[in-house]
C-alpha cells in the first residue's frame, strides 16, 4: 500500500490550496483515512479524517469551516480543500490510512493508521 500526497505549495494569507492523497494497493472501503500535519519544531498533529464506513468527517477546531476533507472513489483519493489560510497552517501535511474500523473518538490519534504518505509542504507567507 502506497500513499502519495501532493498538492502542497506557497500560498498568501487567506489563499488556497486543495491537497490529494492517492492510494494504490488498497481501496479507501476498509477504515479510516486522515491529514495530519507537523510544522518545525512541533508535534505531528491532527487535521481531519474522514470514517469511510459512516462517511463521518471530524476536524480539528482550528481548521473548521477553513477546511474541506472530500473523497472520490473512482480515483480513490482523499482531498484535503484549505480555504483562508493563515500562516499557523504553514507544516509538512501527511495523509494517512488505517486498515480496519476504529471507533471515531480515536481518529485523530496518529498511532491507529498504518500507512502515512511522505507529506506535502504548505507555507502560508504573511
Known amino acids: 500500500v502506497q500513499l502519495q500526497a501532493s498538492g502542497g505549495g506557497l500560498v498568501q494569507v487567506g489563499g488556497s490550496l486543495r491537497l490529494a492523497c492517492a492510494a494504490s494497493?488498497?481501496?479507501?472501503?476498509?477504515?479510516?483515512i486522515a491529514w495530519f500535519r507537523q510544522a518545525p519544531g512541533k508535534e505531528r498533529e491532527f487535521v481531519s479524517a474522514?470514517?469511510?464506513?459512516?462517511?463521518?468527517?471530524k476536524y480539528t477546531d482550528s481548521v473548521k469551516g477553513r477546511f474541506t476533507l472530500s473523497r472520490d472513489k473512482t480515483r480513490n483519493t482523499v482531498y484535503l480543500e484549505m480555504n483562508s489560510l493563515k500562516p499557523e497552517d504553514t507544516a509538512v501535511y501527511y495523509c494517512?490510512?488505517?486498515?480496519?474500523?476504529?471507533?471515531?473518538?480515536?481518529?485523530?490519534?496518529?498511532?491507529?493508521?498504518?500507512?502515512w504518505g511522505q507529506g506535502t509542504q504548505v507555507t502560508v507567507s504573511s
Open positions: 494517512a490510512a488505517r486498515n480496519g474500523r476504529i471507533v471515531t473518538s480515536a481518529l485523530n490519534r496518529a498511532e491507529v493508521y498504518d500507512y
Open positions: 474522514i470514517d469511510t464506513w459512516t462517511s463521518n468527517i
Open positions: 494497493g488498497r481501496t479507501f472501503n476498509n477504515g479510516p
